[in-house]
């Protein structure tokens, strides 16, 4: 892996984020979106290690797939194109990294297809551009966002019936989830680690949530 070019994408990702005027007034955007595309780097950078992808360009793909989130979203069609919208705002810096166009083109689809398989420019679906969007899913799951998701959801405030409820619902969903096959084995396997881990989760807290309204 090229450290040099890392360091060089790293800087840029965050020089946007702390110029935007938007961030400004929304600080919090700024810390969550860094973290998550460091989360979803080290995650691209292990499928790419294994599968043999290119490790420089992923792991510059994936650092910079959100960088649009420096930008407000007007509605709902904002966030469909923040994909592309971030392979937009990347191509000028990747030629200022001296990258040859061939990459250029690989990194800035495999940015611009990650929220929903389109794009609005001609590239290649392969194993490489669709690993943006695996690394991406698979941080979805894992113990951070288990923390996440039920603070979001207020579940610490539910009663015991609508928590039942929740995690249920929850379940369910990991269960049709851990099916799903991803763009290499590789991926595939984290995925399903990390869905049988939330299962697991969910499921021992579930558990414990229906001997919490007395003796059975």
Not at 56 to 75: E, G, K, N, Q, W
Not at 107 to 134: L, M, N, Q
Request: charged share 30%.
């Amino acid at each position: 892996m090229n450290r040099e070019l890392i360091d060089k994408t790293i800087e840029y990702l965050k020089k946007t984020f702390e110029e935007s005027e938007y961030i400004k007034e929304e600080p919090g955007i700024m810390d969550y979106r860094i973290e998550h595309s460091f989360r979803v780097a080290n995650i691209a950078k292990t499928i790419a290690e294994k599968e043999g992808f290119h490790v420089t360009d992923m792991v510059i793909a994936c650092l910079l797939h959100d960088i649009a989130y420096s930008r407000p979203f007007r509605d709902s069609k904002d966030w469909l194109d923040h994909g592309r919208n971030s392979a937009r705002m990347i191509r000028p810096f990747l030629f200022e990294l001296g990258l040859e166009e061939k990459r250029i083109n690989d990194i800035c689809f495999a940015v611009a297809i990650h929220v929903d398989d389109k794009s609005d420019f001609e590239g290649e679906y392969t194993p490489f551009t669709r690993t943006v969007s695996d690394a991406d899913n698979i941080d979805h799951f894992d113990a951070l966002r288990i923390f996440e998701n039920l603070a979001v959801s207020e579940f610490p405030d539910l009663d015991l019936e609508k928590k039942k409820a929740h995690l249920l619902g929850l379940l369910e969903k990991l269960k049709a989830y851990y099916s799903e096959e991803l763009s290499t084995q590789t991926a595939t396997e984290l995925w399903k680690d990390r869905v049988a881990f939330c299962y697991t989760y969910y499921e021992r807290l579930l558990s414990q949530i229906e001997t919490s309204g007395g003796v059975l």
